[in-house]
C-alpha cells in the first residue's frame, strides 16, 4: 500500500512537472508571434494568451473523460476557474493591490461575468450539460471575439501598443517558468516538443487523479476540483506571482479574466461535446454556487479600479471555504 502510495504521489508532481514544462516551452515559442501582433492586432494576441493559459486543464479534462471519468474533467475545468479567482487573485493581491484597467473591466470582466451567470444557469436548470449546451457555449465566444474586435478599433495607437505589450508580457512570464535545466530555442520544433509533453503531463496527471479517487473513495468530482483544478493551473500561479512582484499587477489580472473566459465557454463546451454529464448534488449545492459567489465578490472589488490585500483575503478565504464546503457535503 505504502509503495504503490508513494510511486502515484511520484507520477503526480511528475505529471504537474511535465505541464509546466510543457507550458513553459509552448508559450516560449508562442510569445514571439504575439510579439508580431502587438501593434496590429490585441485580439489575436489575446485569444493566444486565453488558449495557453487554459490548455493544460483542457487537456485533463480530455484525458478525463476518454479515461472514462468525466466528473474528473468537469471538477478540473469548473475548479480551475475558482482557482484562478480566489486563489491566484487572491494571494496576488496580498503581495500587492491589484489595478484593473477601464477597458479590461467593461469589456472583458463584465462578459466572465455574464458567461459565468449563462454557464451556472444552463448546469442548474436541468442539472445536466449536453452537447446543446456546449455548442451553445462555443457560440457564445463568437461574440466575445466580436467585441474585443471591435472594442481594439476604438483603442487609441497607445493604449492598443500598451495591451499588446502586457500580453507578451503575459507569455513571457509563463515562459520563463524554468523547472529543470532544459532550455530550448523559439521555434517549430520547441512548440511541438511543448505540446507532446504537455500531452504526456496531462496522461500522467490524470491516471494518478484516477487512482486516488479509486483508492481512498473520493469522488471523482471532489478530486478534480482539489488536485485536478490545482494542477494546471500551475502555470498562471507561477506567471502571476511573478508579474505581480515585478510591480506588473496588471498581468495577474487580465489572465484571469481571459483564461476563465475561454475556459467556461471553450473549455466546457468542448469538454460537453466530447461527453455530456449529469451534475452531482455536491455540484448544484456547492460547486455552481461557491464559482457564483466567488465571481460575484471579484467583480464587485473591481468595479473601483483594484483589488486590495484585504479584499484578496476575503477571496482567498472563500476559495478555502469552498473547499471545505465540498468535502464536508460528501462525508459519509
Known sequence: MVLPLLFNIGLLLGGAALMLKGAEWVTDSVAHVAERFKTTSVAVG??????????????????????GHPQIGLGTIIGSVIVNIGLIIGLCSMIRPLRVSRVMLLRDLVFMMVATII????????????????????????????????????????????EGKQMVQTLELIGKVHLGPIVLRDGLGVFLAGGVTLLVGAQIFTDSLIYFGSTFGVSDLIIGITLGALGPSLPNLAAAIQATRRGLEELAVSETIGSNIFTLL???????????VTLEASSRAVTLPALLLITFLFMGFTIKGRVTKVEGAVLLLVYLAALVAELLYVAP
Open 266 to 276: 471553450v473549455s466546457v463546451g468542448v469538454f460537453t461535446i466530447l461527453q455530456p
Open 119 to 162: 454557464v451556472a444557469a444552463m448546469a442548474l436548470k436541468d442539472g445536466t450539460l449536453d452537447r446543446v449546451d456546449g455548442t451553445v457555449f462555443l457560440l457564445l465566444f463568437v461574440p466575445y471575439l466580436i467585441n474585443v474586435y471591435q472594442q481594439e478599433r476604438l483603442l487609441g495607437k497607445k493604449e492598443s501598443q500598451k
Open 46 to 67: 489575446l485569444i493566444l494568451v486565453s488558449i495557453m493559459l487554459s490548455l493544460p486543464e483542457l487537456l485533463v479534462a480530455s484525458s478525463a473523460v476518454f479515461k
